[in-house]
Every structure is written in C-alpha cells, then in structure tokens.
C-alpha cells in the first residue's frame, strides 16, 4: 500500500529505536517474572548464609516449617496483591484473619462435625467485611487506606463487643490436622501452597476478569470508556481479598489450635510488603502472584532468621519496615528509567488542570 | 533599562546541532538557529514537531542530549527555570504555569515573593505592585487579589504574559500566548514595546496570520528537524504549510465518496440537549455520515462529546439511538447503543500503559476471547490482528507494552480498539491530534471507509482542513451551544473559523 | 472569547466556611457534651479538655501541612510511639530534661520527617507505603527503647505542661493558641505559599520555579517536629511511655484533616480546621464516654466518624466542582488556519 510506505519514510527512528524493547518483552521471562525468580534467588542466598554461619540451622525439617508457616501470608498477600492491583490497599486484612479465626474456633469449639457450616458461615462474614471495604471505595469514593483501616477498626470493636476480648477456643482437631498431616511425606500447607500458587496465577493472569484489574490499575479513566465494570471489580477485588484472609486466618487458627483477637495482625504488614518486593507497582497495574508469592516466602524465611537470631519485635518491625522502603526504592528506580523511556513526544501537560478547585491563602 | 546593541548582526541567542529525544522518539534532531535583538522570529509547526521541546530546552525544563546554546556568547545551560530567568530567558507557557489557588498578585512574583523582615510576604506590598504592574500591561478591570482560579481563560493567559514580561527579559518566549486571548491587538502592542527595549522574541503558534503580523522571519520544524528558516516576505502561505505538513495541503484526504443513508432513521440524534456545559444542543446524524464539529478552544465540544459517550449526565432534552429514545448512563450503555468514544487525553484516557499494544485491543471485547472466563490466546491473537489490520499496524508492535509505541500507533490501537466492538456511531475527538503525518492518511481512511460501510461519525478536530474535506456536513460550537451548521459544499476554513470565533454569518441551513 | 469578570472577587471567604462549619459543630457537640458532664464547663473540666484535646490537635496540624502538600503520611503514630518511649526513658536521666527531652524529640522528629521526605520527594516513592515502611521502622525502634509499657516522665513535664498558668489559663490551650499563631504567620511565609502551590498543580508549581521537591523534603519535615511534638505531650499526659500507639490514633489524625475540611485531594484547607477537627473528636470520645458507651463502640464509631468525614470532604468538594463546571476547559492547541 503507498500509504505504508509513506508512514514508513518519515519515520525511520521509530522502527529501529523500538526493536530492543520488543525483543525484550517478547520473550518468555516477562520483567515481572524476573523480579520474582530474583526475590527467590535472594531467599535462597539468604538461607545459604545463614546455613554457613549457623550449620546447624537449614535443616530440611526447618525449610517444610517455613514453608508451612509461609502459607497464612502466600494466602492473604493473594487478596492484598488484587487490590494493589487495582492501585488500592487494604489495611483490615490482619483484623479479618483474626476475626476468621475466631468465627472458626468459636463455631467449632473442637467438633469436626460443625465444620460443615462453620466454613460457610466464617468465609461469607470475612467476604462480607470485604464488600463493605469495596462499596465503600467504588461508591463513597473514600481513599482505600481510610476506607479498610476505619472498616478494620470497627470490625475489631464489634469482635471485641461479641467475645468481650477473651476467647481462645479449641478449634476442630480436622483442622489442626490438616496443618500438621503429611500426604507421601510432603506436609498438606506445602501442597496446599503450590495448589494456591497455580490457582492464584491462573485467576489473575490468565482470566478475562483478571485482565480487566489490570486494565483498571493501570488507568482508571481508560477503562471507563471502554466501558469495564470498575465498580463491581473493585468490590470483587476487596471481597476477594477478604476471602483470602479469612481463608489464611482459618488456617493460622488450624496452626495454632485457637484463635485471638490479635493473631492476625503481625500479617498485615507483611502482606503488603510482599507484594511490593513482588515487583507490584502500589499505584496499580503492574505486578503478578508469582512476585507475591516470592515475596512472601522471603518474609517467611526471613522472619524465621529473626527468630533464630532471637531479635526482638523491635528489630523485626525495623527489618519489615525497612524492607517495604528498600523494595520501593529498587521498583521506583526502574519505573524512573522506563519514564524517561516513554516520555510523550511533545510532552503536553494536562489540559484540564486549569480547571480546579480553589482556597485562598 | 540598560542600553542594548540592537544591530542584528550578532545573535544574541544562538543554538547549534540541538538534539533530544525522549526513548524511541526524537523531539529535535540536529537544530541549529539564532535569534536575533529586536526581532520576533516565528516558529511554526505541526503538533507533535518539537516547538514544546525547544521551547522547555531554552527555559531549563528539559536538558537538551546534546548541542550548544550560547546566550550573548557566553555558553547558556540552564539547570532549572530560575536560572534560565535570572540569565534573561522568560517564558509564557502554552500550558500556563499559574496556581489557581493562589492570588493574582501572588501568581506574579512566584516563586519567591518579597518578604518583610521576619519573612512574612508582604501582602499588601505586592497587591500594590500588582496593581501598578497590570495597569502598565493595560489588563484593568481586575484585583490583584483575585484567585486565579476565578478567571476566565482569557484573563489567566494575560496574567501569565504579563509575568513572563516583567522580569524584563533579553530573550522572550511566547508559546501560543493568543490560544485563549480574543483581544490579539493588546499581546501586540506589549510585544511592540519590548521589542523597543531590544528584547528577542520567539513567537510560537500555529497561526500564520500573526507571524506575518509579527514576524520578519520564521523556522519551522517538522518532526524535529529544522525544514525551514527564511524571511517571510519571499514565502508565499502555501509554501510554508507545505512545509510544515511536509506535504500539499491540497491532494492528500482521501477522495469523498459518501454513502449516507437518508431513509433510516438517524444514527444518533440529539433534541434540546444540555447538560453542565452543553446548552440546548439538537443535531441529527444519519447512516454514512461524517459530522464535523468545529469550535475554539473550551465551547462545549469536549462536554458534548462526554453526554453523548455517557460520562456526563444529561440534565434536559433527549438523545436518541436508531429513533429510539436512548439514556446514556455511562460509557457501558453508550457502548451497548453503539456509541464508542475516541477520547481527547490520549495518555490518560485512551491507553493502558501497562498493558500490551494486543491486550489494549482487546479489552473491551475480551469475553468474547474467553471460554469458562479463561482466555484463550489463539482467539484473542485472531481478534487482535483482524482489529489491527483494519487500521494498518504492524503485527510486530502488538505484542510489546503499549508505551513503546510512538503517539501514532497508539492512536492506531484505540481505533483498532473501537472497530473490533463493530459501533453503529464513533465519536472521535481530536483523533490526529499529535500524531504523524503517516498516520493521519490511514486515521481519514479508516474514518471513510468506516462511513462508507454505515457507520456514522462525530468528528472534532483542531485541524479545520480536516474538517472541510472529510466531512460531509459540519456544525459549530461557541460558548456551549450550536450556533451554526455549514453543508458540505460551503465548507471553508475561512469560514468555519469565523463561526467558531463568534461571528454571526449568515449561512444557509442554520440549525 | 474573553469571559466577564463579573466573578472575580465572588468568593473570598471560601475556605473560611469550612472551618467555619467544623466550629459551630464543635460547639454544638460541646454544649450536648457539657449537658451531659456538668464539670465539663469548669475549669478543671475545660483544662481536661484540652489536654485530651492537644495532641490529637498537634499531630494533625503536622499532618494537614503533608495534605495540602498533596501527599499522604502513615508515620504520625511511628514518630509519636518513639517521642513518647524517649521521654518516658530519658527525661528523668538528662540534665534540664525538660527542655533537653523537647529538643531530642523534636530532632527525632525531624529526622524521620527529612527521611520521608528525601524518599517521596527525592526518589519518587509514593508516599503512601513509603511512610507505612517508616511508620513500621518507627514502631520496632520504639519497641527496642522500651520493649514493653512503663518508663517514666519527668515530674516537671507532667505536671506543668497539664496545669494552668496564672491559675485560669491551661497551658494547654496557650499550646495551642501558639499553633494557631504559628500557622497564621506561616501560611504567610514564602514557604506557607508554595505548599499550596505544590498540593495545587506541581507541574504548573514546577513551571514557576518553586523548588518542588525541596518544599515536599521541608513538609516532612515540619510535620515530624509536630508528631514529635506530639509525643512529647502525650507523655505529659499519660505520664509513662508505651511502644505501642494504636492504629485506631492513625484514623483520628486523618479523621480531625477530614473534617477541618483540607482536601485529601491537596491544595485546598488549612491547620486551623484540622485543630477544631481534633477538638471535635476528642469531644466525641468523652461525650460517648460520659453517656456511658462500652469502649468497643468507640472503635465502631471511629470507624464510621472517618468515612463520614471523608464522605463530608467529597461532597463539599462535589460541591465546588458543580459550581466551576461551566467554566471552559482548557487545552493546548490552537487552530492552524490561515
């Protein structure tokens, strides 16, 4: 055609300057599969270390355990990762693993029979705390840091209300079971962490809805044209997100034979920084569970090394911290280069931007 | 006021080999130019050429990748706007760089006000001053303490020339100051008292009526290279345009041939309708046709386009789809209607930044690729290149993120985008609009054939000759309603102009 | 094109109405309040008052500076938990331990300020989980000071700073008179101006010469002298340290912004609001607690009074908007016709 040919003349820069970048991206290893198997690579360094200074530690029985244990933040990162996703944050979900826990143990009060319905029962009222966060978000428009924070405060008060503080049931003994029985000698949490892994990956990745979370994290507006479903996608992500964590807090009461008002909370942090080091961006669009799930083995390995070392809370919230700021750091970095990259040939500022609002100082 | 040498012989500013790209595109390749004491030299171009990028260069914005910038010989590299200023190069920015929540006077002695002895700015000291100050620049009628916000478009853009006048610059850079101002005369006599002073002006602009006003002399870029540098008197306006398209303005929108369909009923047809910035607008759009809408800056065209695309909710009057009554409650119903929007904001609202050029594609038909909601990659790759393919991209560039791709493609894949969900009736706003001149063919032949197959179109464009030869009848807009509408055969730039600026002409068929 | 200028000077007491708003509240809720708790209108009970009422009050001023600045931080209750853990530990053990204590947690403050800072402004990390990463690191360091409730404060402190001067005036209240001044003068200051510019329109902010970046850095700064402030003062309150400060405190730092009426959007709001806010949740706390409210129904209504001021701020803000939109829209191109 001669216009193809016209088009191709006057811009030869274009042809040449972009082939890198698609040859990069074309193949297998997309970037944020990179950043995953580099956060595994630094777990097992970090392991390998840790075995060369401490030889007894590493023990195969001592890497199922980390494993095991990894499996309340493989689960609940999942649900924090789908609302980053989408550019949000979820901020109730170590309030909601404790609630789930409670609901179970309270329910079961160490009969198996009562499992039947008290599964149902404590996945829906964790799925419901969810939705409110997700209404809240897609309908009132309040920013997903107030909106699952003030939803997790008041959650802790009606829990607080209902159990007056102090409850520390039995669980049912199927589900101390499950977090301790082995199947041809793999422990069932390790299984159980592969099953979420495949699962979680092919929901997120493969998925038409899945596609749509990204599109949304990635613009907002765009995504209002072409019509997505913004805001039954949202309250999907937080419900789901809230799924997860009853899930996970199911499990840590499992774990733990009992449940707390405050076992949840030690995951909530940790479950936004592993999808941060997962390579997710936290303003949307980016990111997938394979980084999450690296991430949160890191943590997991990670903080049993705090605990061989016998750090205090202190040092552990430091590290958790410092963490959070340092994945940020080393993700900022790269979206800078890629900026640069992609600036607008023109660089046009916004045109709406003169139309505002107003104060007077 | 220091005396300065106004003898043109050495240019007070003089760039040579300037180059800067931004990743895979070049902004300016290889410009060399001097602006001389005393002269306004026009610098003309396409959106899209490199105007923004020279003029962010020369204010310390951008860092130039290379080449050298001497001001009064010495070497000139500013790091940041202050610096730029205090060596004398002043800038009014296209884009207007005033806070709206901030006063007037406040607004003018940015960013460092004077202070009193304990630091506190001296309010009444600068409203003072402010008031002198715009007197002298003949802006009358208006506070200095004034929110900005508060202003009329007009006003701010004054308020932002008379700041970028006050630092008495050697060197003045002018960004379209006239793309809301009315009033020209008044930015041409300021200009006419600076260049008294010895002052260097470039003026940019796309209109060449006031760079032969203004000008001896003028550059324009295309595609950021320098194609021209000449004194105006020997180019005729042809010449220059041809220059600056890289083309004749004349043989290259595809040859009319419409099919429109008078017997159906319209396509898409509004009554009486308004909403917060439409005002009683009535239009009707049969099958086949491309409606042209023509309007300035801000008269409602973008507030139209969102009602009809169902992101702004209609408070009176009807739309109706194919004679039936229609209510457009968001993007989602004007989709199932047929309606599909080709918006204004590329970057923000076209494109998934983070997506691949295929995924952008395809999101908004992507069920249709899924089965059990799982998507399947051979449909989706099926899909995707039928879509592309209609709009002639090259397969290679739709598996790489979006962003990779120069501002032409991506328009290219929110047209893809738009055809694969087969509309009834596209809305394109602006849909050239920094886009290459390759690309711009293929834009008006898919929008022809688009037509010529029983779609029907709204198209606004800033290009008023994209306009008069695609389009088959074209309405105006001025201050948020229609004020005329102009049959094919009467299309003109000339005349589209005058309409879209407020003059009442009598033309035949008003609406 | 060029539009009237008949609404020029329409509306200059804007911002006022909202913190205008705040206070008549703050005044109703005060009067149900002192209906409720007679010795809410003495001295004693006006002197309580604010002492409850001021380090809400401080920490929020610190935080309404980073809003209007048009950023978020999380690290308010990080930095009051070390402020706090410090003086419970160290001013019993410093020479002038009053003053030297303040100093301390005001340089505290102010480093973990310039770290956000540096980080948000100087390598782009969004605010938002980069002060939760500061705010975690804040809580553990906290927690190495004092791994568990106790410590003790200064006698001087505690007793001093929640008295009365003169007999009738708390100090308290002179505290917060001070704020307010300092507010007033620095909205003034060349600084004062650029915050607004910057939470209005960086880019444009960025185009007139405002050192962006640095007015972000000096933001968080001046807002983590205020937490530590705030620390310093909840120790003269509570008169022990405790590591732990709850996340629910968080929600009420927002929750007084929100209501002042700043914008989260940023650009728009002022300190003064932001301390009425603080002054009408801590009136709300001991209202519910006068009536006789089990403490788990705090919790619940915290999280309501946030979403409510949150919801309050859109809708003053949809307001606004409703009425602007019939200006024209801007845009950057212009017609290429002869």
Known sequence: ?361 | MVKRDVSSLTPILQATGVHKRYGATIALEDLSFSLYPGEVCGLLGENGAGKSTLVKILSGIVVPDAGEIALEGQAYQPHNIVDARTRGVSTAFQELSLIPTLSIAANLFLPKPKVNAIGLVTIRAIEELTETILKQHAVFDVSPSTLVGDLSLGLRQRIEIVRAMLREPRVLLLDEPTAAIADREWLFGLIESLLARGTAILYITHRLDEVRRLCKRCVVLRNGRKVLDAALEDMTDDQIFSKMAGRSVVETYPIRESNIDESAPPVLAAHKASAAGVNDVTFRLRRGEILGLAALEGQGQSSLFRVLAGLVPLKGGSIEVNGGPVRLRSPRSARAAGIILVPEERKTEGIFNDLSTAANISIPVINQAARFNFIRNRKERQMVERGASRVDLNSRYLWPNINALSGGNQQKTILARSLLANPKCLLLFDPTRGVDVGTKQIIYQVIRKFAREGGAAVFYSTELDELVHLCDRCLVMYRNAIVAEVRQEELTPHLLLSLAAGHKIDVHGTA | MVMSMKQASREKGRPLASSLFAAILYVVMFVIYSINAPSAITLGGITDLLNNTIVLAIASAGLTLIILAAELDLSSVGVIAVSNVLVATVSTKMPAGTIGTLLLVCLVGLLVGLTNGWLVAFLGLQSLACTLGTMIMCQGIALVILDAPGGEVAAFIMNRLTDTVFGMIPVAGLILAVVVLAWLLFRRTRLGIAIYAVGTDAVASHLTGIDVKGTKLRVFALAGVAYGLAGYLLSAQTGTGDPRVSNSFLLYVFAAVAIGGTSLGGGRGGVIGSVIGAGILTVMQKLLFAVGVADFYTNIFSGLIMVVAILFGNLSAILTLHQRMPLTRHGDRGYSAQ
């Open chain 1, 1 to 361: 055609m001669e216009i193809a040919g016209t088009r191709l003349s006057n811009r030869p820069d274009m042809e040449n300057t972009a082939s890198p970048k698609v040859r990069f991206t074309v193949s297998a290893l997309r970037p944020e599969t990179i950043t995953a198997l580099l956060v595994l690579l630094a777990t097992t360094l970090m392991m390998l270390i840790m075995k060369a200074l401490n030889p007894t530690f590493g023990s195969l029985e001592q890497i199922a355990a980390i494993l095991t244990t990894s499996i309340f933040l493989v689960v609940a990162s999942y649900g924090q990762g789908l609302v980053i996703l989408l550019g949000g944050i979820d901020l109730s979900i170590g309030v909601v693993m404790s609630i789930g826990g409670m609901i179970i143990a309270g329910l079961t009060n160490g009969s198996n029979q009562a499992l039947v319905w008290a599964i149902p029962v404590t996945l829906l009222s964790c799925i419901a705390i969810g939705l409110v966060n997700g209404l809240g978000v897609a309908f009132l428009k309040v920013p997903p840091f107030i909106m699952t924070l003030a939803v997790a405060t008041a959650a802790f008060g009606v829990a607080l209300g209902l159990t007056a503080g102090s409850s520390q049931r039995t669980v049912a003994p199927a589900l101390q079971q499950l977090m301790s029985a082995r199947i041809t000698g793999i422990p069932i949490p390790i299984l159980l962490i592969g099953c979420s892994l495949i699962g979680g990956s092919l929901l997120q990745s493969r998925t038409a809805e899945g596609r749509k979370l990204y599109a949304i994290g990635s613009s907002v507006a765009a995504a209002r044209i072409v019509g997505l479903p913004i805001e039954a996608l949202t309250i999907g992500a937080y419900g789901m997100s809230g799924l997860c964590a009853s899930v996970a807090g199911i499990l840590l009461a499992g774990y733990s034979s009992g449940a707390t008002l405050d076992m949840g909370d030690p995951y909530l942090m940790p479950s936004i920084a592993a999808v941060v080091i997962g390579g997710a961006s936290v303003t949307g669009g980016k990111g997938n569970y394979l980084g999450t799930f690296a991430g949160a083995i890191f943590l997991s390995a990670l903080s049993t090394i705090i605990t061989v070392l016998s750090l205090s809370q202190g040092w552990r919230n430091i590290i958790q911290g410092g963490i959070i700021v340092v994945a940020l750091t080393l993700q900022t970095k790269q979206w800078y280069l890629q900026k640069i990259a992609n600036r607008p040939l023109t660089g046009q500022g916004s045109p709406n931007r003169a139309l505002s609002q107003n104060s007077k100082v």
